[in-house]
């Protein structure tokens, strides 16, 4: 069964941090582009970093840029997003997902086929 799962979402005082994690599951994330999403308590889906399959390429909101950092573990199946100076506005469940022929960063939800169920990071004031 392919499936992506993200943990590393909680709670967090402003300011702080938090790295979060994509792990797939029957397939392996290293010839695939990864997109992670937001979505506030709008419900809007905002697409906040990817990176590319070579990983020459990653992408981020301007909202998050120079906070958060998107990589690549040791590890093939795995995903991090490190989440610096974290503030309220970043509240929301955060998803990773790809797309079995995904290979460049795409910033629209519509690209990405497969998703996880997401995490729930919350920032207090």
């Known amino acids: 069964q392919v499936q992506l799962v993200e943990s590393g979402g909680a709670l967090v005082q402003s300011g702080g941090s938090l790295r979060l994690s994509c792990e797939a599951s029957?397939?392996?994330?290293?010839?695939?582009?990864i997109g992670w999403f937001r979505q506030g308590p709008d419900k809007t889906r905002e697409g906040v970093a990817c990176?590319?399959?070579?990983?020459?390429?990653?992408l981020y909101a301007d909202s998050v840029k120079g906070r958060y950092t998107i990589s690549r573990g040791d590890n093939k199946n795995i995903v991090y997003l490190q989440m610096d100076r974290l503030s309220p506005d970043d509240t929301g469940v955060y998803y990773c997902?790809?797309?079995?022929?995904?290979?460049?960063?795409?910033?629209?939800?519509?690209?990405?086929?497969?998703w996880g169920r997401g995490t729930q990071v919350t920032v207090s004031p």
């Open positions: 990176i590319s399959a070579s990983s020459g390429t990653t």
């Open positions: 029957g397939f392996t994330l290293d010839r695939l582009a």
């Open positions: 997902a790809t797309d079995r022929y995904l290979a460049s960063c795409a910033t629209h939800a519509f690209h990405y086929g497969t």
